[in-house]
């Protein structure tokens, strides 16, 4: 088995393609173990980028994520995101004080607007840039941004990626934004790739495969890990679900297994909102 493919950030930094997500962990107490041990394991399988957010579970999935990385920090790229209500320059220091608390880490390498609120993008990347000089954060990027909102960042402003809603059942990005970011060189991370699971029952991914004696969550991923600027971040809970995400890397899809899940899954036709979950 191969290592991860890496994807390469504007600031020339090399992240590895498929990571691992947090959403939902830390909110059962009964689960801690198990999740610790999925974002371990997938730490040896070289799934080495770690993403959560302040908001998730409160904060627990940080702490979830501390615990896992514990001893093991040097190998990891870590992410974490802010909550727009946090976005204002004195909420964002405080904020990501909170999160490096919770991390037990003395910096986040990669840390991001969830989404636009209120306060203005300038605000938000000035205090950005001076935790980068702190050394809080070693880059920052945004999430849930469309092109519009990308083009309303400050002059200069280096986001190092743009963390979007993107799977078969979700592909307004190709659209336009996609293309922005190849344009601006800033690479797409995918959160929810396999839908939170939904995808999983579709006809076409089971038929594909079948052909590849894959799963087809293994399926989802591959179509997502085609594009060679696009990094995915499924959450998995267990071993065996790290595991199964781990090996839709060597899927390597054919041009007739593409033409059938776009059949399945056709691409847009036109500009639409970008949907969030």
Known sequence: MAGPRAVVLPSGVEVTALGQGTWGMGENPGRRAAEV????????L????????EMYGDGAAEEVVAEAVAGRRDEVFLVSKVLPSHADARGVAEACRASLRRLRTDRIDLYLLHWRGAVPLEETVEAFESLEREGAIRCWG???LDVDDLADLPPGASPQTDQVLYNLSRRGPEHSLLPR???????VMAYSPVEQGRLVGHPALRDVAAAHGATPAQIALAWILRHE??????????????????TALD???????????DRAFPPPEGKGPLEML
Do not use: F, W, Y
Request: net charge negative.
């Open 229 to 246: 600027d696009v990094i995915a971040i499924p959450k998995a809970s267990s071993r065996a679900h790290v595991e199964e995400n781990r």
């Open 181 to 187: 970011c190849r344009e601006l060189s800033i690479p």
């Open 46 to 53: 070289g799934m080495t980028l770690v993403d959560t957010a």
């Open 37 to 44: 041990s999925a974002l371990r394991t997938g730490l040896d």
């Open 251 to 261: 899927v390597v899809l054919t041009a007739d297994d593409l033409a059938m899940l």
């Open 142 to 144: 945004v999430s849930n």
